[in-house]
Each structure stands twice: as structure tokens, then as C-alpha cells.
């Protein structure tokens, strides 16, 4: 079946440093790809997007990268600071159709 | 500004009753959708309007599921005589684009449910 997922389940990273989080989607039909962070009792909070037509797009400390050969999204964040401790989540559409969440990782970040 | 609000933010429920989740959507938002999650995982989509049709009610996961949006802005989820797997925090979201997944969805805090 399609689905979209996470290499791994939880991140620790130090203050200061960059992270890298890696998402494995498996519909190549897909065009429209998400991540989303989301703090405890809070909803999810968009962060950033790209569509196919991309295969990188920056925002403030935020990079995604998408490698449709492979069929691979990642989230670049410059510079963790502990606010961006939380769950993080990549989500995949195709055309006119629902988003489909993975399951979350987690980053923690050391201070 | 105000974003998206859902109420009640907690509700325990005994196996059997019948509960109503309500969302208030950023107001001027065209599309409303509804997520279920459970815990530790992603969100899964339940249904979804554009204005006052609900276009899409794929992800109810049974008949015991209805959602309805009467005048294309408060939504309720409505789950009828309650399951233990129904816990869960049900999410809402809003955009101001028509579509299933077009431009960005704004979520609410969502409404733990617990049924007992």
C-alpha cells in the first residue's frame, strides 16, 4: 500500500547545531509535500512546503530538500535552538487528494 | 488574529455515549477538514468541506461518524454511541484555498477524547 513514513523514531540533537530529518514517502503519484511541527496538546503548525516541480525550497532556518529519484523528503533546520524541540511530521498529496501523514519523529534538543 | 478553535479541548466519555466535538474555523476559510490522531502517530484524515458540502467522508471510520457544517463555518463531529477505540485527539483544520490539499491547512489544539 502507499504510505509515508520515518526512518527514525526519535532525534537528539545539541544546541546550536544543525538537524536533518528524513522522510520516506512510497506514492510516486504524489506532489505536494508538507512538514509539519506539532508541541505537546498543541495541532500540527505548517512549516514549510514544495511541489515536485522543486527539488529544494528555503525558508527562515528551514530547508527542504526533495529527491523524487528516490522518493525521499527532508527537513533542514540551521542552528536547533530548544524551541524547536517537538514532533515533526511529513505529509504527501497527489492531485486533489488528502494529505497522508507519516508517524512523527521526535527532536529533542540538548541545551 | 483569532486562529482555528475547537471545544471541548478534553471530554471523557463512558463507552456508549454520544459526543459532539465542535471547531470554529479561521473566519473566511473555504475548506474545513477533520483529522483523527492517535497517540503517537500522524494524523489521519476523516472529512472534509468546501464551504457547506462535505465533498469527501472517506476516512469516517464508520457509520457512527457524522460531521455537518450548515452555514459553511462552525463544523461539528458528531460519534455516536462511543468505542474505546474512538480515544483519540480529533483535530481541525481550515484554509482559505478550495481543495483537498491545496495551500496551507491552519490546525486547532484539538479535542482529546476518552472514552472509558
Known amino acids: 500500500g502507499e504510505s509515508v513514513g520515518l526512518h527514525l523514531p526519535t532525534l537528539s540533537v545539541q544546541e546550536g547545531d544543525n538537524s536533518i530529518i528524513n522522510c520516506a514517502y512510497s506514492?510516486?503519484?504524489?506532489?505536494?509535500f508538507i512538514w509539519y511541527k506539532q508541541e505537546s496538546g498543541k495541532g500540527p503548525q505548517f512549516i514549510i512546503d514544495?511541489?515536485?516541480?522543486?527539488d529544494k525550497r528555503q525558508g527562515q532556518r528551514v530547508t527542504v530538500l526533495l529527491n523524487k529519484t528516490v522518493k525521499h523528503l527532508s527537513l533542514q533546520i540551521a542552528a536547533t535552538q530548544p524551541g524547536d524541540s517537538a514532533v515533526y511530521f511529513c505529509?504527501?498529496?497527489?492531485?486533489?487528494?488528502?494529505?497522508?501523514f507519516g508517524k512523527g519523529i521526535t527532536l529533542s534538543v540538548r541545551p | 488574529g483569532a486562529g482555528v478553535s475547537q471545544s471541548p479541548r478534553y471530554k471523557v466519555a463512558k463507552r456508549g455515549q454520544d459526543v459532539a466535538l465542535r471547531c470554529d474555523p479561521i473566519?473566511?476559510?473555504?475548506?474545513l477538514f477533520w483529522y483523527q490522531q492517535a497517540l503517537g502517530q500522524g494524523p489521519e484524515f476523516l472529512t472534509y468541506?468546501?464551504?457547506?458540502?462535505?465533498?469527501?467522508k472517506s476516512g469516517l471510520p464508520s457509520d457512527r461518524f457524522f460531521a455537518e457544517r450548515p452555514e459553511g463555518s462552525v463544523s461539528t463531529l458528531k460519534i455516536q454511541r462511543t468505542q474505546q477505540e474512538d480515544s483519540a485527539v480529533y483535530l481541525c483544520?481550515?484554509?482559505?484555498?478550495?481543495?483537498?490539499?491545496?495551500?496551507?491547512?491552519?490546525f486547532g489544539p484539538g479535542t482529546r477524547l476518552t472514552v472509558t
Open positions: 483544520a481550515s484554509s482559505s484555498w478550495g481543495g483537498l490539499a491545496l495551500g496551507e491547512q491552519y
Open positions: 506514492n510516486s503519484a504524489s506532489d505536494y
Open positions: 514544495i511541489r515536485s516541480n522543486m
Open positions: 505529509a504527501e498529496s497527489g492531485a486533489n487528494s488528502k494529505l497522508t
Open positions: 473566519s473566511g476559510h473555504v475548506s
Open positions: 468541506f468546501q464551504n457547506e458540502a462535505q465533498l469527501d
